[in-house]
Structures are given as C-alpha cells and as structure tokens.
C-alpha cells in the first residue's frame, strides 16, 4: 500500500491565484482529513469527509473548498490565494471515527503565497 | 474540547530511556489518550493511544495514571530517529456526550524531544 500521498509536494503562488491540492489513499478508508500546520504550531483541521459525497467544516476552513466524489480522493481547493494561506497541509485519513481509531497522514504539501 | 498540557521541549541521550508526560485533569471517562509525532519535514504519525490499561506496541509503552488525569509515553531506548514533535491527544467524545461524529483530533505544540548521541 502507498497509504496517503499527497501532489505537489512544494508549490509557490502569487496572490489571488488558485490551486488545487490533490490527496489519495488506497487503504478503503472512510475518513478523510485535511489540516494545515502555520510554522511552530500544531497541526488544525480545514475540512473533512466521512464518505464520498459527505464533506464539513473543520476548524479554520475559510478560503478553502473541498469535494469527495470517491472514497480515494479529497482534493483541497484554494481560491484567491492569499498570503495567510501559507503553510504546510496535510492530508489525514481513518478507517473510521471513533476515539480508538488511527489516523494516517500523507508527506504534506508545502504551501508559499508570495 | 479537553485540554492537554505538555512540556515545551526535553533532551535524552542515545539508548536511555524517555518518559514524555501529559497532563489532561479534564478528561472525561470515555476519552481516549492518543500520541503521535512528527519527525522533521514529515507528517505526524501515529505512536499509541489507550483508555484505562498500560498499553505497549512495538514503538513505545503508555502508563495512565490510575485517575486517568495524566499519562506517559516512554520510549525504551532512544535512538537518534525518535527525535521529533511528541503530541499527547484526547480524542473528541461521539456526540452524545457533546463532541463530533468524526473523531477530531486537536493538536496541541506538543513536546520537543532531543536526542543526544
């Protein structure tokens, strides 16, 4: 299993430009997370899914948009990039839920809004 | 959300021992106690979690106190590719008991271990 990757692994935006970060599993996975983690700081939830065609709002998602049409695939969109938006996101995902479940995250993207 | 508190930042040499402490006196009686961490330029990786009982895997041992108000993570013998972020997690309730259905994770800053060789 390559368990969760994640493409591009750097990318560098200028302002109000828009890009989509791709995230993958293949381990048939339920939920699917997505979090970005500012420099010295622990990591915070944007959006998540807990089964194709199911999305919601973590923590911080403004400026974000997320789809989930299969169970392997939750691309994170950025519209209007903004310099705030830099960061390193990581993609997550579980099997399921629940307080004893597991989550395994992708390599992360490495996000620069210039 | 309850609330976990970590030291900042501890050292350990090569092959001793390391006991990373938690506090969390709000937790409720059905959270459960998650660690993982995050080694440089990479994403967090799961390292153990339990509820009541010591718990011991391949990587490490969790000792919850009998009260369940703080925990520990010991490393057995360290090497110098333990050297990462340690974060110390109780996992959202389900919502009968006021949390999210998805099992958040809420991380903290987490403590820095360093590892002399």
């Known amino acids: 299993n390559a368990g969760v990757t994640q493409t591009p692994k750097f990318r560098i935006l200028k302002i109000g430009q828009s890009m989509t970060l791709q995230c993958a599993q293949d381990?048939?996975?339920?939920?699917m997370y997505w979090y970005r983690q500012d420099p010295g700081m622990g990591l915070k939830l944007i959006y998540y899914?807990?089964?194709?065609?199911?999305?919601d709002k973590g923590e911080v998602p403004n400026g974000y948009n997320v789809s989930r049409s299969t169970t392997e695939d939750f691309p994170l969109r950025l519209e209007l990039a903004a310099p705030s938006q830099t960061s390193v996101y990581f993609c997550?995902?579980?099997?399921?839920?629940?307080?004893?479940?597991?989550?395994?995250f992708g390599p992360g993207t490495r996000l620069t809004v210039l | 959300d309850a609330k976990t508190t970590q030291p900042n930042s501890m050292e350990s040499n090569e092959e001793e021992p390391v006991h990373l402490p938690c506090n969390h006196s709000?937790?409720?009686?059905?959270?459960?106690i998650h660690w993982y961490r995050q080694l440089p330029s990479q994403g967090p990786e799961y390292v153990i979690h339990?509820?009541?009982s010591n718990v011991n895997n391949r990587m490490a041992s969790l000792a919850i106190a009998e009260d369940r108000k703080s925990s520990t993570l010991i490393l057995h013998r360290a090497t110098l590719r333990d050297a990462a972020v340690y974060y110390c997690?109780?996992?959202?309730?389900?919502?009968?008991?006021?949390?999210?259905?998805?099992?958040?994770?809420?991380f903290g800053q987490g403590t820095i271990l360093t590892v002399h060789p």
């Open positions: 997550a995902s579980s099997y399921a839920g629940g307080r004893g479940d597991t989550q395994y």
């Open positions: 381990m048939n996975h339920n939920y």
């Open positions: 899914s807990v089964g194709a065609g199911i999305t």
């Open positions: 709000t937790i409720s009686g059905t959270d459960y």
């Open positions: 339990g509820l009541t």
């Open positions: 997690i109780l996992r959202d309730p389900p919502p009968n008991a006021g949390g999210t259905s998805y099992g958040k994770l809420t």
